[in-house]
Nanobody, 118 residues
């Protein structure tokens, strides 16, 4: 199984930017589409974005379209999430995980906290 480790989170003011990175440990993301999901306090985990193995196909939740960009570097075995124009409602723990479509394939691994202040 692929164990994912997300990093790059932090505290930022509304309108600011953060770049999250996800690395695979144990095994690579080789051949797998990968997605970012997030979970805010007292809320269910939700889909944010996915990217195909080739990087040619991406999908975004409506709430982040135009603000977030998912990308990957297969040579470095990393998947990134550039987040611009952050809003307080983006506050959550962000996770990356291999996916089938928009369906996450476990395990969830280590997430990274993003906090956006108003």
């Amino acid at each position: 199984q692929v164990q994912s480790v997300a990093s790059g989170g932090g505290l930022v003011q509304a309108g600011g930017s953060l770049r999250l990175s996800c690395a695979a440990s144990g095994r690579t993301f080789s051949g797998r589409a990968t997605g970012w999901f997030r979970q805010a306090p007292a809320k269910e985990r939700e889909f944010v974005a996915t990217i195909s193995w080739s990087g040619e196909t991406t999908n975004y939740a409506d709430s982040v379209k135009g603000r977030f960009t998912i990308s990957r570097d297969n040579a470095k075995n990393t998947v990134n999430l550039q987040m611009n124009n952050l809003k307080p409602e983006d506050t959550a723990v962000y996770y990356c995980v291999p996916v089938f479509g928009k369906v996450p394939l476990g395990p969830w691994g280590q997430g990274t906290q993003v906090t956006v202040s108003s």
